[in-house]
């Protein structure tokens, strides 16, 4: 089992910028991959970003240039930094962790991510 906790969300103006960040715990068996989606009011989840062990990223077109997902191994933690943020941006933001680059199997809680004037 893996546990992820989220942190890092809040408000903030358009134009702002925050960190989000994942630490996960537990057994990493087959654990490759960590990435973050969100889910707006209505909307389906999608995904945001994503980033394997070795570096390989892959990111949403509507974040490219805007958003970057790094990750920690020492400290087994990933982290979302959002710039130039949109009210569009606005939702709850998961972390997610797998084996590929797909949807993986475990989930943290969520974290609320709004950007409101």
């Known amino acids: 089992q893996v546990q992820l906790v989220e942190s890092g969300g809040g408000l903030v103006q358009p134009g702002g910028s925050l960190r989000l960040s994942c630490a996960a715990s537990?057994?990493?068996?087959?654990?490759?991959?960590m990435g973050w989606y969100r889910q707006a009011p209505g909307k389906q989840r999608e995904l945001v970003a994503a980033?394997?062990?070795?570096?390989?990223?892959k990111y949403a077109d509507t974040v490219k240039g805007r958003f970057t997902i790094f990750r920690d191994n020492t400290k087994n933690t990933a982290y979302l930094q959002m710039n130039s943020l949109a009210p569009e941006d606005t939702a709850v933001y998961y972390c997610?962790?797998?084996?590929?680059?797909?949807?993986?199997?475990?989930w943290g809680q969520g974290t609320q991510v709004t950007v409101s004037a």
């Open positions: 997610n962790s797998g084996a590929l680059f797909t949807v993986g199997p475990y």
């Open positions: 537990g057994s990493f068996l087959g654990i490759n991959v």
């Open positions: 980033i394997s062990q070795g570096g390989s990223t």
